[in-house]
């Protein structure tokens, strides 16, 4: 008996120290922190409640502990068994505690991703409410390991080596050091009660066939698999670091800032350096990083793309090969869809992340000569001079009339229109003009034509047309042109 009790003391023992040093070593909970714990009443969970105060003690942290529970109404009384774990340890150890349930559970295919979503929206609420500064969750080693192997297995991205990472984004998590075992036994240990979720055993969900049907394989190649899966995402979390410094050096030779348009929304994060801040946005010279070597090229692409969709953005192999091709093709303007709302877009010689722009569409208005009129939020006037007028400017009309009553109609392009440009012998499609006086494509649904009688005479930025040129028999001369307006 005496050697049973010395044992279960040294495996407590032995587990409060390896969380205490691997705390410590990576700084995953900092002095005076606001610490919430996600608890969902299982093991980890429940270990973790009693292993973090225990690293507290130990380190001298001076942690103001606070817990999170989400009951997700979908096992019933085995939904509540688990809240009233939770309830009664906070209880006890005079922990505060926010629970947040459901009144329907989620449904569908997705229910892990989904509930994975709710808790941690509920955990960023608290922390928003000024009441936390980190949230700590109870992954472990086996927990890591499942998700080194998920992405691998689904992402031809290097980056799913990294899977997850001790404390990143205002998140903390101190178990990745121990494993599923060990947490469990260190329960029984302790008489720390915890439940066990039965949809954890199933192989209804992708996660568990990891779980539950590939490891134990791999584990009759190396028992200590897991470990090692661990130990290899360290590893890349650790040359990660060396990546980011070499790709913070070619950022400084490709990225260009870009400005905004008016009424342009900020798209997301933005890389500067390794980590990301707000704007400006940024583009990428596509020519600067040809010059760069392969490797370096897909990093930056890569970069880019989660200026937008943020770091936690696993990018495929697939959509990094699209982006490649979309850097190297011939100038112009072209697209990638990237998912979550956004694409790439290459302007010609620059790449840059927006997000997809919806239909855009304002109804034609009629335009009277000698008079202006509003159309999608520009100003414009038309005059009608008599005899022949003309200006050299691209951006405003001079239109040759026969007379003065003539219809004219703003609106934008359709698809299909045709214009024959000054000095051009056949008709063009507007959406060629366009790309030929380098309009870019998110400014090209704004575009405004101008109809006359029904025939396009001018496209606006482009040309106008050939058939309405001003010669010097010309009876009226039609001008349009865009009123400044002041700045409000």
Known sequence: MTGDLSNRSRLVASLRRRAADFVAVGELLRPGERALLMLSGGADSMALLDLVGSVDRRLGLGLELSALHVDYATRGAASTR??????EACRVLAVPLHVVALAHKPTGSAFQERARQIRYEAARAVVARGEADVVVSAHNRD??????LYRLAKYAAPSSLRAMRPREAGLARPLLCLGGAELRAYCHELGIAYGDDETNSTVDYRRNLVRHEVLPVLRRINPRVSETLAEAAALADEEHTVLAAAVDEAWARIARPVARTTGERATGAQTTGAQTTGDPSWAL????????P????????RRLVRCALGDDALITRRLTQGLERLASASAGSRTVALGRGYEAVREYELLSVRRRAGTHACPPVALKPGSSQLFCERRFRAELVAGA???????EAWLAVGRPDLE???RHPRRGDRLRPFGMAADVLLSDLFAANRVPRA???????AELDGEIAWACPGRSSESFRVTEGTPYTLHIFEEATEAT
Do not use: H, M, S
């Open 82 to 87: 688990d809240r009233q774990i939770v309830e």
């Open 143 to 148: 927990d890591q390991a499942e998700t080194v």
């Open 285 to 292: 010279d596509v020519r600067a990083l040809g010059d760069e």
């Open 294 to 301: 392969a490797g370096l090229r897909a990093l930056c692409l």
């Open 389 to 395: 007028a003309f200006e050299k400017r691209t951006d």
């Open 443 to 449: 400014r090209r649904p704004r575009a405004v034509v």
């Open 408 to 410: 004219i109609v703003l």
